[in-house]
């Protein structure tokens, strides 16, 4: 079995920062793609950022500049460092991950999620 398990969330006012983290736990021969995604209330939830296991990093347009997403792969950790945040930011944030539990066994894997909430 592979957890992921989020932190760092909380309230902050508009403008402000947080970093919110997402450790894997668990069976990992190697883990792919990581990535952040957000469900806002009433909302569908939807891609913030993702990063492949050499680097490479995708985000929306929406929080473009302002957000960024990194990893550090010698202890299957996901950050993302949230800047300049918006009351439209306000979201439940879950991490994701693709994971190798041996060389055969892959498994996608979503986290319980973090609520960041933004005051304006």
């Known amino acids: 079995q592979v957890q992921l398990v989020e932190s760092g969330g909380g309230l902050v006012q508009a403008g402000g920062s947080l970093r919110i983290s997402c450790v894997a736990n668990g069976n990992i021969f190697n883990i792919r793609d990581m990535g952040w995604y957000r469900q806002a209330p009433g909302k569908q939830r939807g891609l913030v950022a993702t990063i492949t296991s050499s680097g490479s990093t995708n985000y929306v347009d929406a929080v473009t500049g302002r957000f960024t997403i990194s990893r550090d792969n010698a202890k299957n950790i996901l950050f993302l460092q949230m800047n300049n945040l918006e009351p439209g930011d306000t979201a439940v944030y879950y991490c994701?991950?693709?994971?190798?539990?041996?060389?055969?066994?892959?498994?996608?894997?979503w986290g319980q999620g973090t609520l960041v909430t933004v005051s304006s």
């Open positions: 994701n991950a693709g994971v190798w539990m041996t060389k055969w066994e892959f498994r996608e894997v």
